[in-house]
């Protein structure tokens, strides 16, 4: 088995296991940090370096080992021990961490409505340092790929420009390796490594608030590589002033460069996210394909790991049982996903749905416009809202701009009367609701 093998095989199960959201943070929190380094096939054995330095990491990965052990069965043929053979030092030019895998690079970064100041500003720092973006810092939800981003930035530097020293490292990582600093009596050496980077990546900056020793070491870090120049990269889930928690000079020197956010992808960005996942695993995308990409991206809106994740499962389980790829079968091995999907039917993915559907924005929708391109999806999304959520006419009425409750109910009677005599209407409605609940 080829090493390329070997990392897409370990991608597949971290991709596919059938994991609930607590099981998920964990598996992120110890799997994802590990990149395969070699497979003794005869013994059963996959050696794993990790790319964070962490004292736990080990114990972790055996202690959780249940997680993932049917998957990787299941992927691999046969279960298999891992050992971790030694820890990610990221000046080691002949260790290869797991964000250095081709996978997280600039030209397999989706690019849309919702990331396009992200993307440019990052791209623009790993092509030529810009004094003005420095700081960069990067926020959005969970899955929306702003470690994509850093990972892109530092693979883009080492192959163009290896002469500089580019660190990319999670807080809590920073953090670990503070903490065995300092056991070691080694605090010097940790402050050298990091003050000597060209480019530093800090990924989930979020995570060091009342954590007051490693609050001092990156605002002594971020202050020494500022003032000599070198650029910084953080990476958060949200902007710095929301970081209420973390002391107001941080705050301050964070928000000093530029602020890119990543927004949740809309429809169309998610089908290029899972075309080109297709792509990738060299299938065509044909009309049962097509049909499952829609699938997916109708009901999963808000998370691209989970996104392309649901798109590998249903690839890798029709691998292993050798049945066709359909919409039928993609609903039936993603029962749980979408489950989920359905105990979260909001307003707001109501009014997403019926927007997608005609055409508009969910402003329009919102806002007090009077033509009928407006006023009839207006009218669905209200009368959709009150069929699905426990809101009240009130409630209801504030999603929609502050309309009084009797506007409200106008609009649910009128679409409940249509319904009686207007088939056409009927189907609308009955493809908006398959949008948002299975």
């Known amino acids: 088995m080829t090493n390329i093998e070997l990392k897409h095989k370990w991608r597949t199960v971290l991709d596919t296991c059938p994991v609930d959201k607590l099981n998920s943070v964990k598996i992120d929190q110890w799997y994802r940090p590990l990149s395969p380094k070699s497979i003794d096939e005869e013994n059963g054995v996959i050696y794993f370096i990790a790319s964070e330095t962490n004292p736990m990491l080990k114990h972790m990965v055996n202690s959780n080992f249940n997680l993932i052990r049917e998957t990787l069965i299941e992927t691999f043929g046969k279960e298999y021990k891992i050992e971790i053979i030694d820890e990610f030092d990221d000046f080691d030019e002949d260790m290869e961490g797991s964000y250095s895998d081709p996978h997280y690079t600039f030209e397999r970064f989706v690019s849309g409505a919702n990331n396009r100041l992200a993307l440019a500003a990052s791209l623009a720092i790993a092509e030529n340092f810009t004094p003005e973006y420095n700081p960069l810092f990067i926020y959005g939800g969970s899955g929306l790929g702003k470690t994509h981003l850093l990972a892109a930035i530092k693979s883009y530097v080492r192959e163009n420009n290896p002469e500089k020293k580019v660190i990319y490292v999670t807080t809590e990582a920073f953090t670990n390796e503070l903490i065995t600093s300092i056991q070691k009596q080694t605090t010097e050496q940790f402050r050298e490594k990091y003050r000597k980077a060209d480019i530093l990546l800090l990924d989930d900056i979020q995570f060091i608030a009342g954590k007051e020793g490693t609050e001092e070491e990156v605002f002594n870090t971020f202050n020494a590589l500022y003032s000599a120049h070198k650029q910084i990269v953080l ?204």
Do not use: W
């Open 235 to 438: 990476s958060s889930d949200k902007p710095p002033k929301d970081l209420k928690t973390l002391p107001d000079r941080l705050v301050s020197r964070f928000s000093q460069g530029m602020i890119a956010d990543i927004q949740p992808p809309d429809y169309e960005t998610r089908v290029a996210i899972l075309q080109q996942k297709i792509e990738e695993k060299g299938l065509d995308v044909n009309q049962n394909i097509s049909e499952v990409i829609d699938l997916i991206a109708q009901n999963i809106t808000d998370n691209i790991r989970e996104l392309e994740g649901a798109l590998t499962r249903v690839i890798g389980m029709a691998t292993l049982s050798n049945v066709e790829i359909t919409k039928g079968f993609a609903k039936s091995v993603l029962t749980d996903v979408f489950h989920l999907k359905e105990k979260e039917i909001s307003a707001e993915n109501i009014k997403k749905s019926v927007a997608e559907f005609y055409g508009v924005k969910i402003s329009d929708l919102e806002s007090a416009k009077r033509s009928r391109i407006y006023v009839v999806p207006r009218q669905i999304a209200i009368y959709l809202i009150r069929k699905h959520t426990q809101l009240s006419l009130p409630q209801i009425g504030q999603e929609f701009g502050g309309r009084d409750h009797t506007t409200v109910m106008h609009s649910c009677e009128k679409i409940e009367e249509e319904l009686k005599i207007n088939d056409s209407l009927r189907k609308k409605i009955e493809t908006i609701e398959n949008q948002f609940s299975m």
